[in-house]
Each structure stands twice: as C-alpha cells, then as structure tokens.
C-alpha cells in the first residue's frame, strides 16, 4: 500500500509539474515537490530573488509565508515562517515580489517582540505605521559621518581604557559567566537621557533569562526606551536566524529620524549555531568546522 501511494503522489506531482510547464507560469508560480523541517523544496518560480517572500497555498486554503534561501539550478530551498503541517507535496507556491520586512516605529518602544515584530509579552498587538526590511544595502563608507560622539557605557573601566563612539561596533568577548550580559545592561540603564532608544536582542537565550533581563529594565526604568526582541532557546532555527535583523532593521528605523540607537545581540554564537543548522538543512556545503562559508558575514 505504502508504494502504490507514493507512486500515486509522484505521478500527481509529475501533473503538477507538466501542467506548470505548458500554462508557461513556472517564471512566478512553482509547486513544493517536498515539505519537511521548516524548509520547502520548490519547483519553478525562475525569476525568484534571494530573501524574497514567497506565498504558499496551504491545504486548508489557507496563505502561508515562507522566504527564499537557497536558489539552485532545478529547485529553490525557502524557509516556512508558519507550520508546515499544512503544507503538502504539490502545494501551488507564488512570488510576492517583495523581501522580508517587519513592523517598525515607536509603537515598539517598551514592548517584548518576536523577530517579526509580534508582541509576546502579553499586552495588545503591536499596530505600527511603518515596516522596515530585514535585509538592506548598508551605507557606503562615504555616506557615513565619522565617530565623534562618546557612548557612555557607565561603567569607568571601559569608558577610560577603551571608550566607545556612537555609530561604532564593539564585540564583547569572554567565556561564560564572566558579566558579558552585565556589561550591555549597565550600557542600556546608563543610556536615561541621552535621547538614546536602546533594543535588546536575545538570540536563543533561555526564556527565563529573558524575563530576568527584562524586569531588571522594568525596574531601572529603562524600558521606558528599549525594544526588546526575543527568539528563544525553544523558539525555530529560523526565529533565532532572523532576531538580529530585526534588531538591525529596528534600529535603522531611529537612525533614519536623526536619533541614535543601541543595538546589543547577546549573544551571536547562538546566532551562528542557529544558522548552520539551517543552512544544513538547506544543503549548503559545510566548511571549517562544519560551518557554511557565508556565516562569517
């Protein structure tokens, strides 16, 4: 029985296929051939771009969002934000022409997220006027104003010995349970009045990690102007890989009014875990130490 079936769906793919082909659609229409871990393997769909969203019509009749990653010669790997269980061999797939984007603004100030800008913190949803792309040019060297104003981290050692710029980056190195959280706290308490919106990125962290940061803010009553994006430990790989782009683009938003903002990820090994496990389930060739080449981006 279990042959004649799989023989049955093969030969209805096989049709959906064909029928693709001769409606000359396969440019921006596909049909998932198979569905499995969050990932949905494409036919068709040959002007499809990297990061693009995709819509795919679910068995309940229902549209389901999944986006693009993988786009080889004869199929497309597109990650599904949704359940895949609804989602079936045969499933018609179709172009949005869009990439990724998320809820930005304001509205997002002293709330908890996910990375699609959904509130999880229990309060009303989160309406937002603006959206922001998860994925976009970085500004030319040209185009950016040189360091010139110091970020107070509060903390006197680093302020002395090693003194931060707005518009810098700074790693935090050091093995765990060393005060690396810490160090970003104190930077976000020490950030009340300074026209500073601060957003919080926690990247497979354990949930109660999380609650704790946040109550810390509460009570500092530093939450008053931070966003707070949270992908959990128990949360998909997918989840974990978008959390600092949705950080990154949240962040883009308050630069783009003339503020500054503060961007912690605490922390991007997690980031970097979450993304080989995605990218070996997308069939990208491992490298050193099993990671994909492109995760040192």
Request: glycine residues 12%; negative net charge; aromatic residues 6%.
């Amino acid at each position: 029985m279990a042959e004649i079936s799989i023989k049955e769906l093969s030969s209805e793919l096989r049709a959906a296929i064909d029928e693709l082909k001769n409606a000359g659609t396969t440019k921006d229409t596909g049909v998932v051939i198979r569905v499995g871990d969050g990932i949905a393997w494409i036919y068709g769909l040959k002007d499809a771009g990297y990061n693009e969203m995709l819509e795919i019509e679910a068995t309940d009749g229902s549209k389901i969002t999944a986006f693009a990653l993988n786009l080889m010669q004869d199929e497309i790997g597109a990650v599904i934000l949704g359940e895949d269980t609804k989602i079936k061999a045969g499933n018609r797939v179709h172009l949005t022409g869009r990439v990724l984007e998320i809820p930005v603004g304001p509205e997002l100030v002293g709330r908890v997220v996910n990375p699609l800008g959904e509130a999880i913190d229990g309060g009303p949803a989160i309406k937002a006027k603006n959206t922001g792309l998860i994925e976009r040019p970085a500004p030319g060297v040209l185009d950016r104003k040189g360091v010139h104003e110091p970020l107070m981290t509060g903390i006197v050692g680093v302020d002395a010995l090693i003194p931060i710029g707005r518009g810098q980056r700074e790693l935090i190195i050091g093995d765990r349970q060393t005060g690396k959280t810490t160090v970003a706290l104190d930077t976000i308490l020490s950030q009340r009045g300074q026209n500073m919106t601060c957003i919080y990125v926690a990247v497979g962290q354990r949930e109660s990690k999380t609650s704790q940061v946040v109550q810390t803010l509460k009570e500092h009553g530093a939450l008053d102007y931070t966003v707070v994006v949270s992908a959990g430990a128990s949360t998909s790989a997918i989840m974990q890989f978008l959390a600092p782009y949705a950080g990154a683009a949240i962040g883009e938003y308050f630069m783009k009014q003339g503020k500054d903002a503060l961007v912690i990820y605490d922390d991007l090994s997690k980031h970097a875990v979450a993304y080989r496990e995605m990218s070996l389930l997308l069939r990208k060739p491992p490298g050193r130490e099993a990671y994909p080449g492109d995760v040192f981006y």
